[in-house]
C-alpha cells in the first residue's frame, strides 16, 4: 500500500497499484473516502496513525466492491470511534432495494452486512467536505468537494490513467471502469457537474492527482460526448 501526499489535507493511498482510498485530515483526525478492496482494514489504519491521526469517518462515494470491500473490517476494527457514511441510493442498493429498473453492472457485494451508518446525499457535510451528487457510475455515487482548497475527489466519475476519461466509455488505459458504469448519459452529466466547480486539484479513485485540472475535465468531456453520441 502506497501513500502519496496531495496536499497539506489530503493523502492520497494506492493498493495493488491501481485502487485509490484517500484520507482528508481534520481536527479530530482523519475522514477516510473509500476502503479499496477487501483485505485492507490494516493498511489504512497504519497509513493514518503514520500520518499522524486515527479515523473519525469513513465516507464512501460508490458502493461497488473496490470501494467498500474494506468496510465490514474497519467497522469492526473501529468501533463506535468511526462514524460510516453511504451515499443514500447505494445504501438502499445494498440492503436489497430496487431502486432502479434492470440489472445494475459493476462489481457490487453480493451479501453486505447491515451495519449502522448514515445514508448521505448532496448538500451534506463531512467535516469540511461538501457532498456533490455525480450519479451515473452508480445510481447513488456522489463526490465530495473540500471547502478549504477546492480539492475534489470525485470516486468513479473519471479516471486518471494516461489521459483523464469520464468513466462512460472505453479507454484502454482503463478499460474496467465503462462496463461497470450504470447509465452513460448521467455520469457525462455528472462529470459536467464536476467541472463546473472549478477544482483546484483533482483525484479520482483510479489513477494520479491532477492539479489545475480544468483543461484536461474539457477534454475528457468533449471526448465522452463524442464516444457516446
Known amino acids: 500500500m502506497r501513500t502519496t501526499p496531495v496536499s497539506d489535507n489530503l493523502i492520497q493511498v494506492t493498493r495493488l497499484h491501481f485502487v485509490n482510498a484517500y484520507l482528508v485530515r481534520e481536527d ?132 486518471a490513467y494516461g489521459s483523464l476519461a469520464v468513466s462512460n466509455h472505453f479507454y484502454w488505459r482503463f478499460p474496467l471502469a465503462a462496463p461497470a458504469t450504470w447509465d452513460k448519459a448521467k455520469d457525462l452529466e455528472s462529470a459536467r457537474a464536476l467541472r463546473a466547480l472549478e477544482p483546484a486539484v483533482l483525484v479520482v479513485g483510479h489513477g494520479p492527482a491532477l492539479p489545475n485540472p480544468s483543461a484536461a475535465m474539457d477534454g475528457a468531456i468533449a471526448r465522452s460526448q463524442k464516444a457516446i453520441g
Do not use: M
Not at 473516502?33 to 469517518?57: F, M, Y
Not at 457514511?85 to 445494498?94: A, G, M, Q, T, Y
Not at 457510475?137 to 480539492?151: E, K, Q, Y
Open 28 to 159: 479530530d483526525g482523519f475522514t477516510l473516502i473509500d476502503t479499496t478492496l477487501g483485505g485492507a482494514a490494516d493498511g489504512l489504519i497504519a497509513a493514518a496513525q503514520a500520518a499522524g491521526g486515527a479515523i473519525r469517518r469513513i465516507a464512501i462515494t460508490h458502493a461497488h466492491n473496490d470501494h467498500i470491500g474494506s468496510v465490514p473490517a474497519l467497522t469492526q476494527r473501529l468501533g463506535d470511534s468511526a462514524q460510516l457514511l453511504i451515499p443514500e441510493l447505494d445504501s438502499r442498493i445494498l440492503a436489497g432495494e430496487h431502486v432502479v429498473e434492470g440489472k445494475l453492472p459493476g462489481a457490487w457485494p453480493k451479501s453486505f452486512p447491515a451495519l449502522a451508518h448514515e445514508r448521505i446525499s448532496a448538500g451534506d457535510r463531512v467535516g469540511s467536505l461538501e457532498v456533490v451528487a455525480s450519479p451515473g457510475h452508480t445510481p447513488g455515487h456522489v463526490a465530495f468537494l473540500d471547502t478549504r482548497d477546492r480539492s475534489l475527489i470525485a470516486g468513479d466519475v473519471y479516471t
